[in-house]
């Protein structure tokens, strides 16, 4: 299994992406120094088979939780937004109807 990246672009600079023949080159820097003065910012560069539930606000992304689950797609979610739950010092219920 590979890597995964998330990349956010600054939507102020969208008209230079296309004619950007040095963004690969500027998002590999952005891996490897975060700190750099970027419009592009590579917010997580973490192994691919795992999952990330995050808020994005503006060019930052703040994670809450993350986890590994190989299951369908809605026990992925579920299991997140329980692990995030716990983390925060809540528990996540089911309410029956």
């Known amino acids: 299994m590979g890597f995964r990246t998330v990349?956010?672009?600054?939507?102020d600079y969208s008209e230079e992406w296309g004619d950007n023949s040095d963004l690969g080159a500027?998002?590999?820097v952005s891996i490897k120094d975060a700190t750099k003065d970027t419009n592009v910012r590579v917010v997580e560069?973490?192994?691919s088979d795992?999952?990330?539930?995050?808020i994005i606000d503006g060019l930052f992304m703040?994670?809450?939780c993350?986890?590994?689950i190989d299951s369908k797609l809605n026990?992925?979610?579920?299991?997140?937004l329980r692990k995030a739950a716990k983390e925060l010092g809540y528990n996540l219920l089911k309410i029956k109807k």
Request: charged share 20%.
């Open 75 to 80: 026990d992925v979610k579920i299991g997140l």
């Open 62 to 64: 703040h994670p809450i």
């Open 66 to 68: 993350y986890g590994r």
């Open 7 to 11: 990349v956010i672009f600054d939507n």
């Open 50 to 54: 795992v999952q990330t539930l995050a």
């Open 26 to 28: 500027k998002i590999l």
């Open 45 to 47: 560069h973490i192994k």
